[in-house]
């Protein structure tokens, strides 16, 4: 059996996503996990059939691209920062800079406006 020896930050990003009981199973064991047991656990995201994978997929894609793009490229920096950043005071100085951002765009007025209309944005 081949053994595997995970990137830098891999396990730690690992527990996060899993916790650490699982995290532990699949770096020590290397046993290999079903989809449906991926998805439980907090693995993916998602399981689909293959038939549907690539309509699936593109639906996804789709309502992401969907979104405002600043707002988007914003979540996805934020996310990438905080995701291993254990300062707490640092992670709240970031969403905050972040959604301070985002209130004063023009999308989230409309966004607002379309809520207090009661239709989508």
Known sequence: MTQVLHETRGPVALVTLVGLGH????????????????????LVNGVVAPERLVDE???RAGQIAG??????????????????NGDLG???????????????SPEHAAAVRAFVERRSA
């Open 67 to 84: 979104r405002p793009r600043p707002q988007a490229r914003w979540i996805k920096a934020m996310l990438a920062r905080n995701a291993a």
């Open 57 to 59: 997929a593109l639906a």
């Open 23 to 42: 995290a532990a199973e699949m770096c020590l064991s290397g046993r290999l996990y079903s989809a449906s047991e991926a998805e439980r656990i907090g």
């Open 90 to 104: 640092d992670v709240l100085r970031t969403e905050a800079r972040y959604l301070d951002l985002a209130r004063r």
